[in-house]
């Protein structure tokens, strides 16, 4: 199959609005040359910007409101109609309990929005029995933002973690996250058993962010 990436571009200014769709373009360009699928995270307020110009977006949240009162969240009916292809959910710098994850994949899967669900650890896997969300992340918050990768960091939870993952929701596609950064990086967690990872910072805050993404792009080959 081929490695997905998803780029999460958080809150980061080098990437808001419109520079955010030069490297968004560039990214997508860069994945099309290499058989890679990448989808991007904008920030949640620019995510119609970046629809409407054809990108595979991911919203960064979805809240598990259908209420049309409910004012300041993000509902999957909205997101639907601001032309998502998917949602990340439970994203470590924003939490959702085990009711709302379980709302929102069975929720976005009836809307046909793709859902990636971040764990942190190995015990949150259980949520997820009988759900099957497209995509399951592991990303350890402590590693988020920093200079070791997960696949070096935790080589052995790695492991695990996708071994449970085979048993808890056996149709997910396996991602990890936090700290990757080079292609021997992605290396590491290819050989680990992942087929994908979410970054964010080795990217978009790299020097030359496309060099940067060919690097990751790199170790999955
Ligand atoms: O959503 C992915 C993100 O949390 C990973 O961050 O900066 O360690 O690649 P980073």
Redesign the pocket.
């Known amino acids: 199959m081929q490695p997905v990436i998803?780029l999460?571009f958080?809150n980061y200014r080098q990437v808001a609005g419109e520079r955010g769709i030069l490297l968004a373009t560039e990214a997508v360009e860069l994945a099309n040359k290499t058989n890679t699928q990448i989808f991007i995270?904008p920030q949640l307020i620019d995510t119609s910007l970046f629809s409407a110009k054809g990108l595979k977006v991911f919203a960064?949240h979805a809240d598990s409101v259908s209420n049309e009162r409910s004012t300041g969240k993000v509902t999957l009916s909205n997101l639907k109609q601001a032309g998502v292809v998917g949602t990340?959910v439970n994203?470590?710098?924003y939490p959702q309990s085990a009711q709302d994850v379980r709302e929102i994949v069975e929720g976005a899967a009836r809307l046909g929005i793709k859902t990636c669900v971040?764990t942190p650890d190995l015990d949150t896997l259980s949520i997820l029995e009988g759900l099957e969300p497209d995509f399951v992340?592991y990303?350890p918050?402590e590693?988020?933002?920093?200079n070791i990768?997960?696949s070096k960091a935790r080589p052995e939870i790695l492991t695990r973690f996708f071994g449970l993952l085979d048993n808890f929701s056996p149709s997910s596609i396996k991602l990890c996250?936090?700290?990757?950064?080079t292609s021997e990086d992605v290396k590491a967690a290819k050989l680990l058993g992942a087929q994908g990872?979410?970054?964010?910072?080795?990217?978009?805050?790299a020097e030359t962010p496309s060099s940067a993404l060919l690097s990751v792009i790199d170790g999955f080959f």
Not at 143 to 146: A, E, Q, S, T, Y
Not at 197 to 205: A, E, R
């Open positions: 998803i999460n958080k995270a960064q990340l994203h470590s710098e971040c992340a990303e918050p590693l988020i933002g920093g990768s997960v996250g936090a700290g990757i950064k990872v979410l970054i964010s910072s080795g990217v978009v805050l």
